[in-house]
C-alpha cells in the first residue's frame, strides 16, 4: 500500500516541528570538580530550637514556638560528596552556628515544613533512555542527593489482580515497576541521610475508570520498609501555622510526607494525606509559557482557604502540536528548558516564582519541574528554590554523575529524537493500518 501525498506531508510537517521544538543546545560547561569529602565530628547537645522565629522568614512566616530536644549537633559542615554533588552552603544568617543543616540549610531547622520552597521532580521515576513518556534523565538516587525534596508520578493497576505500579498514561507505554520497588530505594536513601525530609505526592490511576482503594497503599509501603518515616497528620486539613518543624519531624523520625490526588482515605490510612486537603495547585500540564499563578485544583475553593494552605506551582512547560486529523497531542518543551528552568528571563522558573510570590504573598511550597538538571546552568532550579527560601545557594552544585559529559548530552538529544520517530511511526502506521502497539511496548523496554 502506497502513502498518500497528505500522509508524507504530514510526517515530514510533524519531523520538522518536532525537531524545532526539541533539539536544545547542550549545558554550559561547568567546572571540573573540586569537592572532596570532608571528616565530620558530631557531638550530641542539647539544642533549644526556635520552631517559628524566622530571621530571615519566606513571606509565609509562622507563629514562634519553643522545643527543647537532644538533637545531633554537627561540629563542621561536609561536603555531600556524593557524585560530586557539593552541600557546603554559607547562611544568610549564622545562628544557629552548630546545628546540623536540616534539609541542607541550618536555617530549615526552625521553620514549618509549610514554610519552605522545595524542587519537585514532576513524574520522577519515569527515567527511559529513548522513551517518549520519560520526564527525568537521573535516577531517584541521584535526585535526592542534587536536591530534589519532592518526587511526584502516577500510579496504576493494569489489572484488579496486579500490584501497584508506576506507569505514564498507560502501563503500555511505560512502566517502570512496581511502587514498592521505587519506594525501597527511597527508603534506602533516607535510611542514610537522617536530616532529610521530604514529600512525595502521587496521582491515583488517573486516566481509568476507577482509582486505586486507598487500603492497597498500605502494603507496598510497608514492606519497603518506609511505614516507620511515614509523617501522620493531626487533623483532616491543617493551614500553614498547623505544621510541625523541619526539627520536630526530624527528632520524631516522621520525615516523609505522603499525598494521594485522589481517592485517599485517612480512616484506612492515616498517613496517605488526601491532596487537595492540605493543599492547591496551578494549572498542569501547561501550554502557556507565562505560567498563570492561578488555583486549578480543587475546583471552587476559596480564595480565602488558598491563602492558608500551601501550594504546588506546576512548572512543566508543554507544546501542544497541531496536526491534520489530530488535536490535543502535548509534547514537552524540550528545546526550551535550559529558559524554563532558568532563575530569570520570560518563562522561567524564577520570574514564575516572583509572579506567585506577588499574587499570594509568599513563594509555592513545591515547585514541579521536568529534567531539573536543565536550565541556564545545572542547579538553576535549586537556586530558585534557595532565593525563594531567603537562603545562600552555592554554585558549585552538580546535577547527575555525568551532567557535564557528552554522553550525557548526546542521551537527551538522542531521546528526543527518538521519542520524535515513534510519534512520527503512529502517524505513518495509521495510514498503512500498521498495528503499533507492539512497537509502543518495545520502545518502552
Not at 519506594?183 to 502521587?202: K, Q, S
Request: with cysteine; glycine share 6%; hydrophobic share 40%.
Amino acid at each position: 500500500m502506497f502513502l498518500s501525498i497528505s500522509s508524507i506531508l504530514r510526517a515530514f510537517f510533524f519531523l520538522a516541528q518536532c525537531s524545532s521544538a526539541q533539539v536544545s543546545p547542550p549545558l554550559s560547561s561547568l567546572p571540573p570538580s573540586d569537592v572532596t569529602r570532608s571528616d565530620v565530628i558530631f557531638s550530641e547537645l542539647k539544642t533549644t530550637i526556635i520552631s517559628g522565629a524566622q530571621t530571615a522568614p519566606t513571606a509565609s512566616s509562622a507563629p514562634s514556638s519553643t522545643t527543647t530536644e537532644a538533637f545531633t549537633a554537627i561540629a563542621t559542615l561536609s561536603s555531600n560528596g556524593i557524585h560530586g554533588t557539593a552541600s557546603a552552603i554559607t547562611a544568610v544568617r549564622s545562628r544557629p552556628p552548630t546545628t546540623r543543616p536540616c534539609n541542607g540549610y541550618p536555617e530549615f531547622c526552625e521553620r514549618k515544613f509549610s514554610n519552605i520552597s522545595m524542587v519537585v521532580a514532576h513524574n520522577s521515576p519515569f527515567v527511559k533512555p529513548h522513551n517518549v513518556a520519560s520526564n527525568q534523565l537521573y535516577t531517584v538516587v541521584d535526585q535526592l542527593n542534587d536536591g530534589i525534596r519532592g518526587l511526584q508520578f502516577e500510579t496504576q493497576k493494569p489489572n484488579t489482580s496486579s500490584e501497584i505500579r508506576l506507569c505514564h498514561s498507560s502501563c503500555e507505554y511505560l512502566d517502570v515497576g512496581t511502587l514498592e520497588s521505587y519506594l525501597t530505594t527511597v527508603r534506602g536513601w533516607l535510611d542514610a541521610h537522617p536530616y532529610e525530609v521530604i514529600a512525595i505526592i502521587m496521582g491515583n490511576n488517573n486516566g481509568q475508570r476507577t482509582h486505586i482503594a486507598a487500603s492497597e497503599f498500605i502494603a507496598p509501603f510497608k514492606r519497603a520498609g518506609m511505614t516507620r518515616y511515614l509523617w501522620t497528620p493531626p487533623a483532616p486539613t491543617m493551614n500553614l501555622t498547623e505544621w510541625p518543624t523541619l526539627a520536630e519531624m526530624i527528632l520524631k523520625d516522621k520525615r516523609v510526607v505522603v499525598m494521594l490526588d485522589y481517592g485517599a482515605n485517612q480512616t484506612e490510612a492515616p498517613w496517605l494525606l488526601r491532596q487537595f486537603n492540605y493543599q492547591w495547585e496551578t494549572p498542569f500540564s501547561p501550554i502557556n509559557p507565562a505560567f498563570p499563578c492561578t488555583q486549578q485544583r480543587p475546583p471552587n475553593q476559596t480564595e480565602d482557604v488558598s491563602r492558608n494552605r500551601m501550594y504546588t506551582l506546576n512548572h512543566n512547560l508543554n507544546i501542544e502540536l497541531s496536526l491534520t486529523g489530530v488535536s490535543g497531542l502535548l509534547v514537552p518543551a524540550s528545546a526550551l528548558l535550559d529558559k524554563v528552568n532558568a532563575v530569570s528571563g520570560n518563562g522561567s522558573l524564577g520570574l514564575n516564582v516572583e509572579h506567585c510570590e506577588q499574587l499570594w504573598g509568599r513563594p509555592p511550597n513545591f515547585m514541579l519541574v521536568d529534567y531539573y538538571n536543565r536550565g541556564n546552568f545545572a542547579g538553576s532550579v535549586f537556586q530558585v528554590a534557595a532565593i525563594a527560601n531567603n537562603v545562600t545557594y552555592n554554585h558549585k552544585t552538580y546535577c547527575g554523575p555525568d551532567s557535564n559529559s557528552a554522553a550525557s548530552r548526546m542521551s537527551q538529544g538522542s531521546t528526543v529524537l527518538f521519542s520524535c520517530c515513534i510519534v512520527l511511526f503512529l502517524f505513518l502506521g495509521r495510514d498503512l493500518g500498521i498495528f503499533t502497539g507492539g512497537f509502543l511496548l518495545f520502545a518502552s523496554r
